[in-house]
Structure formats: structure tokens, C-alpha cells
């Protein structure tokens, strides 16, 4: 299994729960997920034409869509667009002749819009959802 969001990741850490992996397996699972470095930066779709992007291993050329990590790179042959997706929601259009670097987060948080980083917003989601958990186990005990 793969974590490609901090949202996925505490559904994955209520799964883990509701299946009966005990709490301390879950959350230790949760956080080696979250702090591996398989939390994906952002989404990268082909919008037209050909869009290729380098995860480090060359540029390949992108059908539909894929998720990438900080670092990776996007550029649109002629007649392509490609669009960068982040997890708020901030887009980025990348067109002929650009080469787009996926920053570790958001430009829009950047800008002063989020300015969380993307581990305290992690940590925050993972603590909400063991705390969820843990009052609803003590609610259902007798």
C-alpha cells in the first residue's frame, strides 16, 4: 500500500482500527507513512497534447494522470498542457517550453494563503483521527 494524501492516510489509520489492528500498530503505521517521504506533493494531469514528466528517472510522457513527489519535473511539448494539482487545491498550468519543479508544498500556501507545512497538517489529521477513534471506542464500551 501506497499513501499518496494526508487525507488517505487517516482513512488508512481508521481502517487499520475498525479491522482490528490495535491502535499503537496503526498510528506507528500512519506515521512511518506519513514521514517516509510517500506523501505525494501533487497530482499531474495531461490536458492536451503530450505533458512529460521526470520523477528521476528521465522524463516519460503522461496518459491522464499521475501522482508526484517534491522535485519532480513537468513540461508540455508543443501543442501539450499539463496541469499541476496540490492537495489544497492550487493549480498550476504548465505550457510549451516550461519546466515545472513540484515544490514540497502548495505556491498558494506559499503565498501566504495555508501556511501550515505538510507534516504539523499530517500530524494534526493523524491526532484528530486517533482521538475520533479512541472516543468512540470508550462511547461503544460498556
Do not use: H
Not at 10 to 25: D, F, I, T, Y
Not at 59 to 69: H, I, M, R, S, W
Not at 114 to 135: E, F, H, K, L, W
Amino acid at each position: 500500500m501506497r499513501c499518496t494524501r494526508v487525507s488517505e492516510l487517516a482513512g488508512w489509520l481508521l481502517v487499520c482500527v475498525v479491522r482490528g489492528a490495535s491502535m499503537r500498530s496503526a498510528v506507528l503505521f500512519a506515521c512511518a507513512c506519513l514521514f517516509s517521504g510517500q506523501v505525494f506533493a501533487a497530482s499531474v494531469a495531461n490536458i492536451q497534447g503530450q505533458t512529460l514528466v521526470n520523477t528521476g528517472n528521465g522524463f516519460k510522457q503522461l496518459v491522464g494522470a499521475t501522482e508526484a513527489g517534491p522535485g519532480a519535473k513537468v513540461m508540455a511539448n508543443p501543442g501539450g498542457q499539463g496541469q499541476v494539482t496540490y492537495p489544497d487545491g492550487c493549480t498550476v498550468t504548465v505550457n510549451p517550453g516550461q519546466v515545472y519543479t513540484i515544490a514540497p508544498v502548495s505556491p498558494c500556501s506559499q503565498a501566504g494563503t495555508n501556511t501550515g507545512s505538510p507534516y504539523a497538517i499530517g500530524a494534526a489529521v493523524i491526532g484528530g483521527a486517533v482521538a475520533a477513534v479512541i472516543i468512540a471506542t470508550k462511547s461503544a464500551s460498556p
